[in-house]
């Protein structure tokens, strides 16, 4: 039904920045919600960052500032800007896709992992 691919995880130094991207293909619907959540070892997996198809954002407090995440809806993907990046943001992220259709279910992509460490 639908396929989320994202990109742009890697290993940074405290302070460093990364890109994540995600695109998502298939039945997306033109109303919808893409975003990111991540999890860490032994943490509950977070809502960090998400973008409705009108635009309106939401960021976790822990993020606010330094974290930005945008969208390009022809092309059907989302961008977090990530940048003075800590330690505390290691973590796997995985992109999701809420549609609005069936209440509380995601799509999600494969997660890429993000290091943050000197």
């Known amino acids: 039904q639908v396929q989320l691919v994202e990109s742009g995880g890697g290993l940074v130094q405290p302070g460093g920045s990364l890109r994540l991207s995600c695109t998502a293909s298939?039945?997306?619907?033109?109303?919808?919600?893409m975003g990111w959540y991540r999890q860490a070892p032994g943490k509950e997996r977070e809502l960090v960052a998400a973008?409705?198809?009108?635009?309106?954002?939401t960021y976790a407090d822990s993020v606010k500032g330094r974290f930005t995440i945008s969208r390009d809806n022809a092309k059907n993907t989302v961008y977090l800007q990530m940048n003075s990046l800590e330690p505390e943001d290691t973590a796997v992220y995985y992109c999701?896709?809420?549609?609005?259709?069936?209440?509380?279910?995601?799509?999600w992509g494969q997660g890429t992992q993000v290091t943050v460490s000197s």
């Open positions: 298939g039945s997306i619907f033109r109303i919808n919600r």
């Open positions: 999701y896709l809420d549609r609005y259709i069936s209440s509380g279910y995601n799509y």
């Open positions: 973008i409705t198809s009108g635009g309106t954002t």
